[in-house]
T-cell receptor, first 115, second 117 residues
C-alpha cells in the first residue's frame, strides 16, 4: 500500500542552524501539507502546497519557513534559523484532492530537537 | 470559524468492551469531512475513518464506527471490542469544503485511550 515517507526520523540541531525536512508524498497525490505537533499538544497546520505554490499557510509559517518541491517526488520543509520553540514533531501529509472528502495521509513524522 | 472540540483528555476501557470517544465540531460550510486518526506512542498518525457531511449512513471500518449526528454537530468514534493495541491518542479532525477556501485540517486536542487487561 502506498505511503508517505519522511526523512530523517529524528533531527537534532543547534539553535540558529538551518534544517531541511524531507517528505515523499504518495505518488498520485497532488496536494501536500506540513503540520507540526509540539510534544503533548495538538496537531497544528503549517502550510499546504499545490501546483508548485503555496495554497495556504498559517500564522506559524513565518519567513523562517519555506517549502519546495525540488523534483517530481520530494517535498521539503526548510527552517532557516531554528529556534528552541521549533522543537516538535513535523508531519508531512498528502491528498489526491483539496476538498472535504479527500483524506490526508500522514507520514511517520520527523522529530526535530533544537538545542 | 471552524473548530473541533474533544472534551475527554483521557479515557479508560476494559479489554473487549466498546468505548465512545467524543468529538463536536463547528463550521458554517455545508460541505465538510470529518476524520479520526490514531497516534500510538511511536508518534505516527494513522487514518482510521472518514465521514462526509452529505453521507446518509454512519461510516464503519472494521471495529471502528463513527456516530455522526449532524444536527448536534457531533462525530463520535466508537471502538468495539477494544484491544490492548488500541491504547493510543485519538484525534478528531475536520476539513471544510472548498467553499471555505481552505484545505487544511483542524484538529481537536485529542483523547488518550488506555485499554485495561
Amino acid at each position: 500500500e502506498p505511503e508517505v515517507t519522511q526523512t530523517p526520523s529524528h533531527q537534532v540541531t543547534q539553535m540558529g542552524q538551518e534544517v531541511i525536512l524531507r517528505c515523499v508524498p504518495i505518488s498520485n497525490h497532488l496536494y501536500f501539507y506540513w503540520y507540526r505537533q509540539i510534544l503533548g499538544q495538538k496537531v497544528e497546520f503549517l502550510v499546504s502546497f499545490y501546483n508548485n505554490e503555496i495554497s495556504e499557510k498559517s500564522e506559524i509559517f513565518d519567513d523562517q519557513f519555506s517549502v519546495e518541491r525540488p523534483d517530481g517526488s520530494n517535498f521539503t520543509l526548510k527552517i532557516r534559523s531554528t529556534k528552541l520553540e521549533d522543537s516538535a514533531m513535523y508531519f508531512c501529509a498528502s491528498s489526491v484532492g483539496p476538498g472535504g472528502i479527500d483524506t490526508q495521509y500522514f507520514g511517520p513524522g520527523t522529530r526535530l530537537t533544537v538545542l | 470559524a471552524q473548530k473541533i472540540t474533544q472534551t475527554q483528555p483521557g479515557m479508560f476501557v476494559q479489554e473487549k468492551e466498546a468505548v465512545t470517544l467524543d468529538c463536536t465540531y463547528d463550521t458554517s460550510d455545508p460541505s465538510y469531512g470529518l476524520f479520526w486518526y490514531k497516534q500510538p506512542s511511536s508518534g505516527e498518525m494513522i487514518f482510521l475513518i472518514y465521514q462526509g457531511s452529505y453521507d446518509q449512513q454512519n461510516a464503519t471500518e472494521g471495529r471502528y464506527s463513527l456516530n455522526f449526528q449532524k444536527a448536534r454537530k457531533s462525530a463520535n468514534l466508537v471502538i468495539s471490542a477494544s484491544q490492548l493495541g488500541d491504547s493510543a491518542m485519538y484525534f478528531c479532525a475536520m476539513r471544510a469544503g472548498l467553499a471555505s477556501g481552505t484545505y487544511k485540517y483542524i484538529f481537536g486536542t485529542g483523547t488518550r485511550l488506555k485499554v485495561l487487561a
